[in-house]
């Protein structure tokens, strides 16, 4: 058994430096755009605010909008399947001394807590296998008047280079940024899910992309049509 234990060794200490390497790469490719992102979500949050994080990766991003969170009192659940990302998560919330976030290796398919005031998907909403069913899901978690909030980058212009070449980029990056994402995909999405888009903000964009924040709520029984509030940032 000990010999057997030594010949481990050299491949454990393998796996760990890969997870190590894919959070490092993570957190240099995408916690720079995406804490940005977060500032954007968490100063929209009333005092107090629970908030259910789906797709916390590393951290990284959330940890750098620590004053945000400790100023307005926010309690964060954040979750993620990937068992790397999340060990590197757990550290940086420890490392931040912010007890109130509480990182989960867990699906969002078969979460169950709750109740939330509000749930962001920060560019992880179209990454997942069933984005409609995750927004159902997490929408049926949060309490009356809650809001979904999620972050994305949105193709202008349709390019089937892009689309082709974009789900390969994790092969070099080990980083999975999904498949090209339009706007009217992103609608229907929303739409099959049973929510109503409330706003859509456009906090950057090119001739060819723009980074959006929209806003959803779980759709109200006889209501009467509300119009979407579409706006963009002062700087693009």
């Not at 999405?189 to 090119?206: I, N, P, Q, R, Y």
């Amino acid at each position: 058994m000990p010999r057997l234990q030594e010949d481990l060794r050299p491949a454990e200490r393998r796996l760990s430096e890969v997870a190590a390497h894919r959070g490092w790469l993570y957190d240099r490719l995408v916690a720079g755009m995406t804490s940005g992102w977060y500032r954007e979500v968490f100063t929209r949050l009333p005092l107090g605010t629970r908030l259910l994080d789906v797709g916390v990766g590393t951290g990284a991003a959330l940890v750098r909008c620590a004053d945000l969170i400790r100023e307005r009192e926010l309690s964060v659940v954040g979750i993620d399947v990937d068992a790397d990302y999340l060990a590197r998560c757990e550290g940086a919330v420890r490392r931040a001394g912010l007890a109130g976030v509480s990182p989960r290796l867990e699906s969002v398919y078969e979460h169950r807590d709750g109740p939330y005031d509000a749930a962001y998907f920060s560019a992880s909403l179209m990454l997942l296998p069933d984005p409609a069913a995750a927004v159902r899901r997490v929408a049926g978690l949060l309490r009356p008047g809650g809001a979904l909030y999620a972050t994305q980058t949105f193709q202008l212009r349709r390019s089937r280079l892009i689309e082709w070449g974009k789900p390969l980029v994790r092969y070099v990056t080990t980083i999975d940024f999904g498949r090209v994402t339009y706007e009217a995909d992103f609608r229907a999405c929303l739409a099959d899910a049973g929510v109503k888009l409330a706003e859509l903000h456009t906090m950057t964009a090119t001739r060819h992309f723009a980074h959006r924040l929209a806003v959803a709520r779980p759709v109200r029984a006889a209501t009467e049509a509300e119009p979407i509030d579409e706006r963009v940032a002062d700087k693009a």
